[in-house]
């Protein structure tokens, strides 16, 4: 069964790649999986030193393209899925795609929903004699967990469940690298440390569920235990976070998702908040605090604009360090870095700087609204949503962005010379109502004596082409057009702005 | 027609209301915060002052009186499982009671189904409800889908808020339970695209006094500007004891979003 899964999707992969089918990404490792569905295992003796996961709601695609071209730059053989094939089917074509039959690292950006199955195939895998004589070594990181397309994914703890259940399994031989900043995300750490340490674990979550006090102290003796016994060197859970106060932002964003303790229920205490729920956060009710980081802010560079480009980095040099590159070496190839298409993406056009800024759900897009406030670069905006399956066929999110931010826009392109904002996509009703209600606005009586709300700030087009040359026309010399875009709505407009399509 | 009516005294007295938002930090699942948005521009743009306030564990009874409106959002089985105990022990009973005394609501998403009289979740626990509106919630087991997709419902002749020219609403649902409706509730609408209550009787949301519940979950209002107004009067008519006429809003855009659902359905 594995030769014929192995020859049909080497052949599909083929084919499709030779007519320029666009399938290439998921479909040979579809019909493979449908013939051995226990190829993955199968196939992972071929990666030499090490695989590296990298999960999260955000970030998933710069995180692991720093990765790549750093561990590229060290003339390392590396495998890598392409960005948005990101299920089981997209890693077991990223293996029938390329031609080598050995590799030094794999990188794969994973989904949400699907991080439990990969780790579980890797389990399956480690029982593997071959796998064990070669010591593979296993990184997964946790970069962060919001409210994505809950038509698709589901709640946030939902999710965090299913991680922590795949992510008790693991053993000595894998690094969880996680974001402290995330409190879900720490608790899971907690957890998983919990139970790779010799505490009796099951008496623990008795203790955790009555909701008694909490065993803070039987977590430092765990964390002393696992070091003691690990001598340090071999960490299998380690954190890294922002520490810089001047990224606190002045007041807690709407959009949050973890802002309740997820050990015993009682509301977090924030000294301040990155963004959305990412913060340095604590319980005072049952002691559980913000894990100490292996590595924070001050330590690393970001090459790109953005608090979320911050954790992405310093994720990128964790996993690298634990991974043996060195400093300077993640140093240097950090600072030649350019960005993966669409997120934060620089493009020419008609000789006119456009920028393209993905923005997926609230957290993301509150994101990019500040990096647009807050940038040195000046000009108009472009807001397009779409509502098509890669785009989540729910747009209820965009209440959840704070556009009300727009209202103080301070970054005045001129005296006098609000940011003009154009609105397009497929939904570009429910994005010009959304900013109708955000911004304080002036309102004037019309002939029928209703009361009309007058905005001159945005403007509604809903051909996309047009609106691209409206938007164009409208950036002057020096000037940044600032794009910001659902997944299909950012493959839209890239392909407008750059005559070609991408996937 | 209250609308021919001179708007002086709108504009000279100060009216203002008060909007209660059921535990916004637990109950807050997805864009849910449109609809207190909504409701807060449609009045201060008619010169009306509102204020937000949270209803949670803070919230002494005598507060949870001076509000005018409540509103519910979604909330995850963690977040749930954490105010449960304070909505039925602590608020439940006054809420009851003002509702009955005609205080306006609107409940989205989940919460409808902590307001009937219980609702089986999906462990088959039985939890009950606080026993305000007439019916009754539970999951259909798991192979069961959810019902999730945009909701189109053409409102209800017998309740005040009909107009012929527009009936229709418009939502988007994801949910797992179904819901059932008792005597003592009238139907909110009639499913023309979508599941509503239950996928069976074709029954979208409930009615009880001034309160709607609704399976559309998130922001409700803003493409059903229709609703939003009639709940402001209803607001405005318990606080203030008499009929109150709202200056008419362009709500051009509104209806063209609210129509571009229904053209995608071919209902126009």
Redesign the interface.
Known sequence: MYLIAMLLGKSISFISRLFNLGAGATWPGEIALWFDPRILPKLLPRIKKGVIIVAGTNGKTTTTLMVKKILEDQEYGILHNESGANLLNGIVSAFLADGRKTYDYAVFEVDENTLPAIIFNFQFSIFNKNLKKNKTKYSIVLLNLFRDQLDRYGEVDTIANNWLNALETIDNNTTVLINADDPHLAFIGREISLHMSSLPRNKMRGRLQQGSKIPASAFAEASVDRQGRNDNKNQNIQYFGIDDKKYYLPKMQHATDTIFCPSCGNRLTFEGVYFSHLGDWMCTKCGFTHPASTITSSQVTSPLEGVYNMYNTLAATLVLKTTGIDKKQIQKGLQNFTPAFGRMEDISYKGKDVRILLSKNPTGFNESLRTVLSSKHKGPMMLLLNDRIPDGTDVSWIWDVDFEVLAHDEHKIKEQDERKIIVSGDRVLDMGLRLKYSIDISKIKDQRSKIQIKNQKYRIIENLRKAVDEFVAQIKEGETGWILATYSAMLDVRKILTGKKIL | MVHSRNYYELRTMNYTLKIGWLYP??M???????NI??LQ?RCE??GIDVTIAPIDFSTSNNELRTINFIFGGGA????Q??LIDDLQKNKGPVMKEMIDNGTPGLFVCGSPQLLGHYFINGAGEKLEGLGIFDMVSKYPGKDEPRC???LVASLNFQFSIFNFRKNTVVG?E?HGGRTYLGKGVKPFARVIAGNGNNGEDQTEGAVYKNCIATYS???FL??NPHVADWLIRKALEVKYKKAIPL????DT??W??HE?ILKRFKIY
Do not use: C, M
């Not at chain 2, 807050?28 to 449109?34: I, K, N, P, Q």
């Not at chain 2, 200056?247 to 362009?250: A, I, K, N, S, T």
């Open positions: 930090e637990l807050s699942t997805y864009g849910d915060r449109g948005i909504v521009k743009w008619r995850q089985d963690r977040q499982g954490i999730i997709g945009n988007f994801n979950h998130g922001p803003p493409k200056e008419p809003l362009d855009l509104e063209q979003a571009s």
